[in-house]
């Protein structure tokens, strides 16, 4: 299972962050509503799997749900998607090695966010909403508990949980790309997100999923929504572009570069 070594997936990551910012915008809507409805499967499959195992089987269901959960990024990346947590490490980090431009990057997180809640929205109604499939039974109860237990916190809670949650994300986005073959690719994008859904961390496209579905099924609202994606989207971005992107950007890039100017003096 071939690997690349940090020093070379920085290079792999800007190249990546560069070719998402200046993807025309047809196809930048296409694949960020195809990952939004991929994450937004992952968490239908969890509810779906976890919700008749209750009582004593509580523990394990978290376990088995964080197990299957990642089916979402591992969809996105090996299928062809653009979500925006990745998106939140990757183009900055093309940022900060200045490939693009700052309008490129907020171009690209804007409309990753809404082609991704659009995605999100979809499975949302349609599956959970129109097929049934969160709104019944135990189905039921788990997505409301999940949605309102969103909600529980205070905004810097909400916000410091979506840096914990993308900092495991984008360390998931960034395996991947270290890997060369679909196995090692699978295996690095399954740890790191397991890991942060068995915490129970924030994500801001999960979250596009299971909160619109309390709605369609009437115990939540659209204030309540955004009271969630404000600081959970800040979270996220600080966790992908600063938590990964710079600290990697500072002790990797700026090493490296460093380093091949002292072999350049010395010769």
């Given at each position: 299972?071939?690997s ?6 920085i ?10 910012a ?7 809507l ?22 008749p195992?209750?009582?004593e089987?509580?523990?394990?269901s978290?376990?088995?749900g ?5 089916i979402?990024?591992?969809l996105?990346?090996?299928a062809?998607g653009?979500l925006?947590?990745?998106?939140m490490m990757?183009?900055?980090?093309a ?7 700052t ?9 990753i966010?809404l082609?991704n809640?659009?995605?999100a929205?979809f ?9 049934g ?8 109860e788990?997505?409301i ?10 905004f ?11 900092w ?8 991947c ?12 994008i ?24 309390a ?10 929504y955004?009271?969630?994606f ?24 700026h ?13």
């Amino acid at each position: 299972m071939a690997s690349y070594k940090p020093e070379e997936i920085i290079d792999i990551t800007i190249n990546h962050g560069v070719k998402k910012a200046n993807y025309p915008f047809l196809k930048s809507l296409i694949l960020g509503f195809q990952a939004g409805a991929f994450i937004a499967l992952g968490y239908l499959l969890y509810i779906r799997v976890t919700a008749p195992l209750s009582g004593e089987l509580e523990g394990l269901s978290t376990i088995i749900g964080a197990s299957l959960f990642p089916i979402g990024l591992i969809l996105t990346l090996m299928a062809g998607g653009e979500l925006l947590t990745g998106n939140m490490m990757a183009v900055p980090l093309a940022r900060y090695a200045k490939k693009i431009k700052t309008v490129a990057l907020i171009r690209n997180l804007a409309i990753i966010t809404l082609s991704n809640f659009i995605g999100a929205l979809f499975v949302a109604y349609f599956f959970g909403h129109i097929v049934g499939l969160t709104e019944s039974g135990v189905y039921l109860e788990k997505m409301i508990h999940i949605a309102e237990h969103k909600l529980d916190g205070s905004f810097i809670q909400a916000f410091v949980s979506g840096i914990g949650c993308n900092w495991l994300v984008a360390l998931a986005v960034w395996l991947c790309y270290g890997s060369n073959t679909p196995s090692g690719k699978i295996l690095g994008i399954w740890f790191p997100t397991m890991t942060f859904v068995a915490i129970g961390f924030q994500h801001v496209v999960a979250n596009m999923f299971v909160i619109p579905a309390a709605i369609f099924a009437g115990y939540l609202n659209w204030l309540d929504y955004i009271s969630n994606f404000t600081p959970v989207f800040l979270g996220n971005l600080v966790g992908g572009s600063i938590f990964v992107a710079m600290l990697y950007w500072l002790s990797l890039h700026h090493q490296q570069r460093s380093g091949e100017k002292q072999s350049l003096k010395a010769s």
